[in-house]
């Protein structure tokens, strides 16, 4: 001690209570960027993934849809038996919902009308629509498993004039 001064007395200190500890925590800007992205995460990005999830579950049925309305517009437009093509007809719609994730009774997806019977008349042609239930992920119980979303599309084949209807896939043309 020099001077009459003491040097080794710090600031006073009064002691704090909990409740003036917690008031100057809560204040503090320490550690809300972790919270206000957390917060921001769960607000924006689900319901930007959900929506997301839920669009490609529409395209993929828009691209079934497509598929199938072509190519059962070309089977019954080419096949000159009428039951082994709605056999062909059910097997490849059956086929292209599977391969889309898609939950749909092939036997209702597809509906044909033709301009001749049968539809593989020479010079005929054959509409073939399409109707796809879209389900939308979790909402099954609100608005049933088929979904409040249909999508479709249609197909008209002509069937060729200069063919011979006599044949089948199973005879030889040389005969």
């Known amino acids: 001690m ?3 001064r003491d040097d080794s007395a710090g ?3 009064r002691p704090q209570g909990i409740a003036a500890r917690l008031r100057r925590r809560l204040r503090s800007e320490r550690g809300n ?3 206000e992205f957390v917060v921001l995460s769960v607000v924006l990005l689900i319901p930007c993934l959900y929506l997301v999830l839920t ?3 529409v395209q993929a049925a828009v691209f079934a ?3 199938i309305a072509r190519d059962v517009a070309r089977i019954h437009a080419t096949e000159p038996d009428a039951a082994r093509a709605d056999a062909r007809s059910e097997a ?3 086929l292209v919902l599977a391969d889309h994730g898609l939950q ?3 036997a209702e997806v597809a509906t044909l009308s033709c301009t001749a019977t049968p539809c593989a008349s020479p010079g ?3 509409r073939a629509q399409v109707r796809i239930p879209v389900g939308i992920p979790g909402l099954g119980p609100l608005w049933g498993e088929q979904g409040p979303i249909r999508v479709g599309a249609e197909h008209l084949a002509h069937a060729d004039e200069y063919r011979d209807v006599r044949l089948t896939g199973d005879e030889d043309p040389e005969r």
Do not use: Q
Request: net charge negative; proline share 8%.
């Open 11 to 13: 600031p006073v200190r």
């Open 92 to 94: 490849l719609v059956a």
């Open 33 to 35: 960027t972790v919270v």
């Open 65 to 67: 849809a497509d598929v």
């Open 2 to 4: 020099t001077g009459g």
């Open 55 to 57: 669009l490609g579950r």
């Open 124 to 126: 005929g042609d054959v």
């Open 104 to 106: 749909a009774d092939p």
